[in-house]
């Protein structure tokens, strides 16, 4: 009677697993990886580690495909190499800690988004006010290169939030106005 329950109890706990795994997978492709390295990363969250073998043999992927699976999630950390004593074989772990995913990732996103903008604002004034000074220009040209000017210049207020943001979120002060478990009310 007892196997029965246990075997039971084993079932739901797999089908409880796999709903999890299902979700995980369909929305990692807001970290920009592909639905198989979602699948890949949803398996090793309920495991203590895995090696390349494991991770083929569990998912029925490809050498290749799991490398540059593994290979992407480890550029985002959301896995990290592992050193096992005794063995050859590299060993993985996934990051459990879905809040050190989002400030990792999206954070470095975020950088990456003000860094761009901020350069090709700093070199688009350049070339706007080269317009909107030269005397030689028409006045019609010359007030459009300044409203250009004027509404790049005022967006770089949000640049600077996004800075701050990405800042209080690797300081996680952010979690002062926004506490990661609230008590309830």
């Not at 709903?19 to 990692?28: F, G, H, K, L, N």
């Amino acid at each position: 009677m007892n196997e029965s329950k246990d075997e039971h109890a084993i079932e739901k706990m797999e089908k409880a697993k796999e709903q999890v795994i299902s979700a995980i997978s369909e929305t990692m492709d807001l970290y920009g990886v592909t639905p198989s390295a979602g699948n890949l990363y949803a398996t090793m969250y309920f495991k203590d580690q895995m090696n390349l073998d494991e991770m083929r043999e569990e998912l029925s992927m490809s050498k290749p495909s799991m490398s540059t699976s593994v290979r992407k999630l480890q550029e985002i950390d959301m896995v990290k190499k592992t050193f096992q004593r005794g063995s050859r074989k590299h060993t993985y772990v996934a990051e459990k800690d879905f809040f050190h995913s989002f400030m990792s990732f999206y954070c470095q996103m975020w950088d990456r988004e003000v860094k761009m903008n901020m350069e090709a604002i700093k070199r688009a004034e350049v070339e706007l006010v080269e317009i909107f000074e030269d005397d030689t220009v028409s006045i019609e040209i010359r007030d459009e290169a300044k409203a250009h000017y004027e509404m790049i210049e005022n967006s770089k207020v949000y640049y600077r939030w996004l800075e701050r943001l990405t800042a209080s979120i690797r300081s996680e002060e952010i979690f002062e106005f926004l506490p990661k478990n609230p008590p309830e009310e």
